[in-house]
């Protein structure tokens, strides 16, 4: 459903077919998986059984001894590690750390952290030959949950680990005068006076929140092929959301420049913030310069569960404080986040995030990156923000409930407005967030009633910032008429399709005139990740840029043909080049000329924009409760939303429709389950408990489309927004169907149960 | 995956002596949805498989009026709830039948390999417990029958010596004025394992209760026959007190452990709640009211 708005584009807004769908949905697509290459080993990684063990010894003797294995590594194969920053775009990690998360040094921080690796001739012999490698540990204490890390004596993890004060969300500052053992790091997010904001309250409300361990669950494993060549170049091809991220970890971790590294981006079958960092990569590369031979490395699934970053299971503790008519005076919040075994966890969005619909003129948000003896944490979906929206959004219904105010209407009395100042002091221009509060007000579903028993209806609100970063492009044009565009931007959400409607926008032709295709990375200029809901926004104005420099070309070559001076030429919007004298090219016209006046026209543009416009949300959701199971069925879901420009709405719509699942899954039935010891068990889909097509409803969509400033087609991020909201939209429904406030997710059956029998 | 041998057999006969020569690490492959992941996951030594596909009496499937149902061991769940025979008479089974895995798996899986693999949480089990089925198991010293009750032993133990292993599962026929239903409780709604699983049957004479079987799944070392839920049904009709009774003492019997799927508290009180939706189906059926498997 898409709300009417002014509609002046030709290909912007329309729904054709994405360039790569026929390939995909006939298995043609190459994969990582598909990768084979003559002479190639298959490359396996042996995991610590413990949560937290010192490495005594590894001896691969027998390993090596079986026949068709040829190397085994350790981290004793990669160059030495110093402590430097490099910047993911998301999250922040040191050199130091992210190479011993690839693989352990001399202590195993989790339960499937990576300690040796092999290859062999065949995928058979290198499991086999797994079991062969011993490795001698000494068990050490695990440290499991926020409470635990940051208690007074709590052992350390990295002991000489001190509390860093954050001078901003990615800037870390000296040393904290309060160190708390385990926490890598403290921000404080201020402004106004919240001690006078709290004075000025006649109601003040304080709750706590939990949320679990949730892995983005992705269908592709990672994966990565290396093949380091006798001139001592290294080509791999993986699946990623950045290959120049993974060219420059790669460079950094294997202490190559990076003009030695070219990586091959295969497609991509999900990614969600987890295929930035690198993970087994390294490995192969390691492996094919020790044997000389390609060496290919794909994880089973227990391993993309139990090695891979998900994200941070989460405390966060807000207070509120109002006037009795609900405008809010006062916000506060308390958030620890695990980061797992090395910092980096995305508490700093949370806490950036959680208020940000909302005018308080007084806040304070004091967030901690705690280490503990879990998987490190990588970007998931709008890092950080859902579980801080849970504990606000569930906050603000328990509020809308004291004052017997409507929940939306609460809402809407507090509404952030263009001017409004966010946490971080940074005031808001030209948001949609009103717009999406009375789209929601306005939509059947809010409108309709809610009939039967056990039944309740929940609704929350989401902000998500969104990133710019770079983008190169370019695009050439074909004798035929055609342009072909050359991306750096993996296609993870239909990007190709999004990027070639806005080129093709730009040119005035047809999107079938566009054929698109992603590049490695020596063939196009530095792009950052396919993530932070940028990549449609920052390329789309990089291909937007490529597509103006073909128009002043194609007006300079008319002008030459025509004999005219080039001001007197005129690119239209309609594809249609005119000059003086009624005299006209189309774009297939000129196209078909190039060849005579000067060869062919190419259009180029690197890209940083500014301008990135935030996305709000709000998600109204049904629940059934069955009281005898406390099993939750989501009986009906809508998801409004600010988009910007839908350039294609229905892979807006799918966007959507994924972050809400996502969420759902995060507030029903997703979560690390962990034994005392820090063994995780349940590493398998059966026991991580996505929802299937059978657990959710059909996502209703609505777009709000209040267009971006700062973009040529208005376009804001999407794809990230849809997962804040609906942790607490469930919740708040499960409330009203029950009774019950559940302030630990997933609020399984099992969890739900103990809340809706009598105590025991 | 392990490093194994595959060998197909034709008969009764050949299968016997296959698995007697592999020894204790000689398995039966049915549709293999639990050897072949035990085997690729190493959760189990298997140095042989001997598949029984092609012994006509494993994939047999005969429903003959009033002689009740002989089910080949590898008989395919598609294939059973595919046949009008068994939909009509057994509809317990196919409340089984129809959910164990997706569609996928259900082209390959069989309740003998279900009963075989002994699974504490089998959704087969129950069903056929509270049928009466029994086992024929065939092996190097011949044919004998072992009532599916009797079967499952722990955990991934039964009762199959060396060389043994089950032809086929025959169910007796539905006696007049009886139903049957089977019922579990998964977090999803598909592809999950049974946090609890009921079969309950009835039957009838004049309005009373003569029979009544009460088996609970995952929620004890095997499938359990709750024979106090029995006592509380039989020689009487069948009331909301007599459900409650019956609910009640399949929580009293029940010995659950707390795991990753559930807790002893949860699967306690759901052992009860199966126990009485299951009853009212069963009731529903003797009474030749459509209750369908899966609403």
Known sequence: ?760 | MQDLRYARASSVAEAARLLADGGPTARVLAGGTDVIVQARERTRQITLFVDIKGIPEAVDLRAANGEGLTLGAATPCHQIYGDAAVTSSYPALIDAASLIGGTAIQGRASFGGNLCNSSPAADGVPPLIALGASALIAGPGGERRVPVARFTTGPGQNVLEEGEFVVALEVPAPAPASGARFLRFIPRNEMDIAVVNVASSLRFDGGEVVEACVVVGAAAPTALVVEAAGEALVGSPLSEESIAAAAAAARDAVRPIDDMRGSIRQRRHLAGVLTERTLRDAARRARGEEVVSHP
């Open chain 1, 1 to 760: 459903m898409v709300a009417p708005a002014k509609k002046p584009y030709r290909v912007v807004g329309s729904r054709p077919v994405r360039p790569d769908g026929t390939d995909k949905v006939t298995g043609r697509a190459n994969y990582g998986a598909d990768i084979r290459l003559p002479g190639m080993l298959y490359g396996r990684v042996l995991r610590s059984p413990h949560a937290h063990a010192r490495i005594v010894r590894i001896d691969a003797a027998k390993a090596l001894a079986l026949p068709g294995v040829k190397a085994v590594i350790t981290q004793a194969d990669f160059p030495a590690a110093e402590d430097a920053i490099t910047d993911l775009g998301e999250t922040a990690s040191n050199l130091k750390w992210l190479v011993d998360n690839v693989l352990a040094s001399d202590r195993a921080l989790y339960h499937g952290h990576a300690v040796a690796a092999l290859a062999a001739t065949d995928p058979h012999v290198a499991e086999d030959a797994l079991a062969l490698i011993e490795v001698e540990y000494e068990e050490l204490p695990p440290v499991l949950s926020v409470h635990e890390a940051m208690a007074e004596g709590a052992p350390r993890v990295h002991p000489n680990m001190h509390t860093v004060e954050m001078l901003a969300r990615f800037s870390p500052g000296p040393r904290s005068e309060h160190d708390i053992p385990n926490a890598a790091s403290h921000l404080r997010l201020e402004i106004g006076d919240l001690d006078q904001g709290f004075a000025e309250a006649e109601v003040v409300i304080e709750r706590e929140y939990e949320t679990g361990t949730a892995h983005q669950g992705y269908i592709e494993p990672h994966n990565g092929t290396a093949l380091w060549n006798e001139s001592g170049e290294l080509t791999v091809w993986l699946s990623t959301q950045g290959p120049f991220m993974m060219r420059d970890q790669l460079a950094r971790v294997l202490k190559l420049p990076v003009s030695k590294i070219r990586v091959i981006p295969m497609e991509i079958g999900g990614g969600f913030g987890g295929k930035i960092p690198v993970y087994m990569e390294p490995m192969a590369a390691v492996l094919s310069k020790k044997t000389g031979r390609p060496v290919k490395m794909i994880m089973q699934r227990d391993e993309v569960l139990f090695g891979t970053g998900p994200t941070s299971a989460t405390y966060v503790r807000v207070k509120l404080g109002a006037k009795r008519d609900g405008t809010l005076t006062a916000a506060e919040a308390y958030l620890a986040y695990e980061a797992g075994a090395y910092p980096g966890s995305p508490v700093g969005a949370g806490g950036m995030c959680m208020f940000s619909p909302y005018s308080v003129p007084n806040q304070r948000a004091d967030c901690y990156d705690v280490i503990v003896n879990k998987p490190k944490v990588s970007a998931y979906r709008a890092p950080g923000a859902p579980a801080g929206s849970f504990a606000m959004e569930s906050t603000l219904d328990e509020l809308a409930e004291q004052l017997d105010i409507d929940p939306l209407e609460l809402r809407q009395r507090n509404a952030a407005v263009d001017g409004t100042r966010r946490i971080d002091g940074a005031a808001f221009q030209s948001i949609g967030n009103e717009a999406v509060m009375r789209a929601a007000a306005e939509s059947p579903h809010w409108n309709s009633e809610l009939q039967g028993e056990n039944r309740g209806r929940g609704i929350a609100m989401g902000y998500w910032g969104n990133g710019g970063l770079e983008s190169s492009a370019y695009a050439t044009v074909n004798r035929d008429g055609t342009v072909g565009l050359v991306l750096g931007s993996v296609d993870i959400g239909g990007q190709r399709a999004a990027l070639a409607m806005q080129i093709a926008e730009t040119l005035g032709i047809d999107y079938e005139q566009v054929k698109p295709i992603v590049v490695d990375t020596d063939s196009i200029g530095f792009t950052a990740v396919t993530g932070g809901s940028r990549t449609t926004f920052a390329t789309g104005w990089a291909v937007h840029e490529a597509g103006l420099e073909i128009r002043r070309e194609l007006e300079a070559r008319a002008a030459r043909i025509w004999e005219v001076d080039a001001s007197l030429v005129h690119y239209d919007d309609d594809g249609v080049i005119r000059g003086p004298e009624d005299r006209s090219f189309t774009f297939r016209e000129i196209a078909g000329q190039l060849h005579r006046t000067g060869g062919t026209v190419q259009g180029k543009a690197d890209v940083m924009p500014e301008g990135t416009g935030p996305a709000f949300a709000c998600h109204i959701v049904d629940v059934e409760v069955d009281p005898d199971t406390a099993k939750v069925e989501v009986l009906r879901y809508t998801a409004i939303q600010d988009v910007g420009t839908a350039i294609h709405p229905d892979y807006v719509e799918g966007q959507i429709q994924g972050g809400a699942v996502q969420g759902i899954g995060m507030a029903l039935t997703e979560e690390y389950v962990y034994d005392d010891q820090g063994r995780l068990r349940n590493a398998s889909l059966l026991d991580y408990r996505m929802p299937t097509t059978l657990d959710v409803p059909q996502i209703d969509t609505i777009l709000v489309e209040e267009p971006n400033p700062g973009h040529p087609y208005g376009v804001r991020g999407v794809g990230e927004v849809p997962i804040v909201p609906p942790l607490a939209a469930v919740a708040n429904a499960i409330h009203q169907a029950t009774g019950v406030r559940t302030r630990r997710l997933p609020a399984s059956p099992r969890v739900l149960l103990e809340e809706l029998l009598p105590e025991e």
